[in-house]
């Protein structure tokens, strides 16, 4: 479905002072994943990882600095913004802010209906409304409300809205960028089970960014684990929560709460020493190491491969070489 293969997104940043010098923030340094029909691929990290950044790049929103992405079996270095459109019918995506990802001037059909009269002019007004309609209620709206505005419509009934007009196009996979972080609890349990089941009616694959751990284990099958640009740990969940590899993971879910008092009380938690580094001036070697309590001399020297730990996990770590 999609091969991405090395990818780099770097980022010119002025520095301070009377003669700043121009510094490279490197957001995304050197990423590489497959994403398979129907699948979905969670991928976490602190905020500034550089998650967000590379769902981006992955639609070509951001360019990407090197690498390549493989859409359906198509290489899209270099491709021009025409074909990059042709892509877009099968991958489309959802934001963050639901109420920020709605033009607040258009209403819900016109809403929803944008990407058809895009892709799709040749469709029939009628045909589009028919499309719009039928959409809303698949999402869990309902037709009253094809002529209001998003400042009319709760943080939940946005998302739903900008889930409608990511699959009014029936695309093949959606980017999720943190669909629920903005969402209240019950609010963001409704949208993930709303995302799963559309998913399993249209064989849909998604790549789900998030920080909440417990969310994307319920979403996901395989788990993407990235730390300051560079991808820590790929696994496939149930291997990632019961034996997780990078010391980096480790500590991510050792910070997750349990929800029985008696383990939460007695659960060793794996505190992480000091700051997060700032991506201008990222470690040497392991850029885990200034925060790694097994850190030893080759990790300041030489930059971990991503490789195979086992059939169902790699992890970019000495302690595995
Ligand atoms: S490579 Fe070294 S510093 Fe990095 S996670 Fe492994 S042990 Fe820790």
Redesign the pocket.
Known sequence: MLSVRDLHVHFKVRGEGFFPEKRVLKAVNGVSFDLYPGETLGIVGESGCGKSTLARALLNLIPATAGQVVWLGRDMSGASSADWQAVRKNVQMVFQDPLASLNPRMNVLQIIGEPLRTHRPELPASEVLARVKAMLVRVGLNEAQLYRYPHEFSGGQCQRIGIARALILEPKLIVCDEPVSALDVSIQAQIINLLKDLQKQLNLALVFIAHDLAVVKHVSQRILVMYLGRVMELADKHELYADPK???TRALLSAVPIPDPKLERGKQIQMLSGELPSPLRPPTG?V??TR?P???ER?AAEV?ALEAVNERSQAA???YR
Do not use: I, K, N, V
Request: proline letters at 13%; a positive charge; one cysteine or more.
């Open positions: 990078h010391p980096y392991c885990f190491r790694c097994h850190a030893f990790c971990p770590c000495w302690l």
